[in-house]
């Protein structure tokens, strides 16, 4: 079987967790790291025995078949529609672009595309998300009657300091919603289905000194079946406190909280333990093996069924837009839904 050709874009954090994957990999080829930090490039390319660029524009000429964004938020749109122009495989890492109106570009642009895009949100494969989906799916606890999601974390003014992408809107899109909590917004919308309306506030209330977006967003999430989701996160706590969703249904109840899924009926708790075996941090999640092999299953079989697609991706950023639009206006948000997208 032909190796696929691929590329990272993007030797800082999150790098290494593709490539450690990817190296992993019988049937692919790791040919090229690329970085404008010549160092970062150089030191990954010796890691993984491999070419290194600086232009990320010179993977358009070579013989590749795969590229995987990991660069700053504002570089994501404008990467991968040049490489789906090309016809060269994308998977970038979350969000899908900037902004909704960025997503909305690169979502066309993969429509009209015979290449692959997906969507690094890797925790809907983590064990107890998928457990929990498939709970709801089989409706032994029947309807949802609501859902609730928190997202404690901290992030002070070195990590903003540090990283001269993150803290404002044109590179980074956001603060603490496009950043830290997009999983759980994703997560919340993937359990509960449709989200209509939101009525959203968002503030800069302890770093507003060191950046301009956002450090702490709270909302009500209308969902189409009639019932509400409340949501909270903030950057502002003093530690990474693990995050919590709780859905309550008709006939018990789901939390997920740490490793843990704890499913509730009136007869009896049930405790599922997550396999946490790894040496990224908790709070990336397990699952980006997950999603990474079920893109290349897709991309070997031409099918799309195991990839988060750009119809996923663009969701979480509606979502953003509807929070930070009803903030500003004071007044709740109607999202249009994927049909009229
Ligand atoms: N899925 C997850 O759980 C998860 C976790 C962490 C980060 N991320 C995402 O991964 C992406 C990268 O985050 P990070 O924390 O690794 O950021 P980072 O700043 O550590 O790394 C980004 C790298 O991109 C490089 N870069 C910038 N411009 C470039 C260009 N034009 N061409 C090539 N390289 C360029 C930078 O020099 C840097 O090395 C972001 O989208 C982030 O949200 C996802």
Redo the contacts with the bound molecule.
């Keep these: 079987m032909k190796k696929l050709r691929t590329a990272i ?7 290494s967790v593709h490539a450690d994957i990817l190296a992993s990999k019988e049937n692919v080829e790791l040919k090229y790291m ?4 010549e160092n ?1 490039a150089q030191k990954a390319a010796e890691k993984y025995n491999c070419e290194y660029l600086l232009d ?1 524009s010179e993977l358009l000429n070579k013989d590749i078949d795969v590229v995987h964004i ?4 504002f ?2 749109s404008p990467m991968a529609i040049k490489f789906l122009e090309s016809e060269i495989n994308v998977l970038v ?3 899908l672009a900037l902004n909704y109106a960025e997503g909305k570009q690169l979502l066309r642009t993969a429509k009209n595309s015979s290449s692959h895009l997906g969507v ?1 949100f ?1 925790n809907r494969f983590n064990e107890n998300n998928q457990r929990a989906k498939k709970i709801l799916e089989a409706g032994t606890l029947g309807e949802i009657k609501g859902i609730k999601g928190l997202v404690t974390w901290h992030r002070d003014k070195d990590y903003y300091l540090n ?1 001269e ?1 993150k803290g404002f809107y044109e590179t980074e899109g956001g603060g603490v919603l496009i ?1 830290q909590a997009i ?1 759980t917004l994703d997560l919340i919308q993937w359990f509960g289905g449709p989200i209509k309306a939101v009525s959203g506030n968002v503030d800069t209330r302890v770093l507003d000194d060191v950046i301009e977006v956002e450090d702490t967003a709270d909302a009500t999430l209308f969902f189409e079946d009639d019932f509400n989701g409340i949501f909270y996160a903030t950057n502002a706590f003093s530690s990474n406190s693990p995050i919590e969703i709780e859905i309550d249904c008709e006939k018990g109840s789901m939390r997920l909280f740490e490793d843990q899924l704890l499913v509730k009926t009136a007869n009896k708790t049930d405790n599922f333990n997550e396999n946490s075996d790894t040496d990224y941090k908790a709070y ?2 397990y699952g980006h093996q997950r999603l990474i092999d079920g893109f290349y299953q897709d991309l070997r079989n031409s099918t799309h069924s195991n990839t988060i697609r750009a119809e996923e991706g663009i969701k979480t950023l509606e979502l953003i837009t509807a929070i930070n639009s009803s903030s500003k206006n004071r007044k709740k948000y109607y999202l249009k839904g994927v049909d009229k997208r």
């Design positions: 874009i993007g030797c800082g954090n999150i790098y690329v970085d404008i930090k970062r990320y990991c660069t700053p938020h570089l994501h890492e979350k969000p690094a890797q990283d992408w950043n999983h990336w999640g």
